[in-house]
């Protein structure tokens, strides 16, 4: 039982740690292929919005398995912080540059992945209390 959950806890931090490294890979690009031809700025802000929204709903599924308290705002935290040290890594690449805009769209998406994230946990938890009760 213990080796199972260490595997779980070991898997949850994987993705973690994946996930940041495909957010490093694509901000070590001097230039991104623009997928939205005719719409400027949505690629850049989507793409931030959804790489950070993924970053924090795993932080909180990993926070989750160690029982960490108050895993949604210790995920917004951690997730922000990689933001913060990800535009920072920018400001070294060529073509790209440090924005602070840019890091309040990654501090927007994670606030919504993870309010999605703790309200469909909430809904969980109240069907499972509602089938307890019937």
């Not at 039982?1 to 001097?30: E, N, P, T």
């Not at 917004?76 to 924005?99: I, W």
Request: aromatic share 8%; hydrophobic share 55%; proline share 4%.
């Amino acid at each position: 039982m213990v080796s199972r959950l260490r595997r779980s806890i070991a898997l949850r931090w994987a993705a973690v740690i994946a996930w940041m490294g495909v957010i490093f890979f694509l901000s070590a690009q001097s230039k991104l292929p623009d997928l939205t031809p005719g719409l400027p700025g949505l690629e850049e802000i989507g793409g931030h919005l959804i790489a950070y929204g993924v970053l924090a709903a795993l932080l909180w599924w990993a926070l989750r398995g160690t029982g960490v308290r108050y895993p949604a705002t210790w995920a917004l935290v951690l997730a922000v912080s990689y933001g913060a040290t990800d535009e920072f890594h920018q400001s070294f690449v060529p073509g790209r540059d440090m924005s602070l805009s840019d890091l309040m769209v990654d501090l927007i998406g994670a606030s919504v992945a993870l309010l999605v994230v703790t309200l469909l946990q909430a809904r969980r938890m109240g069907l499972r209390a509602d089938r307890r009760v019937s």
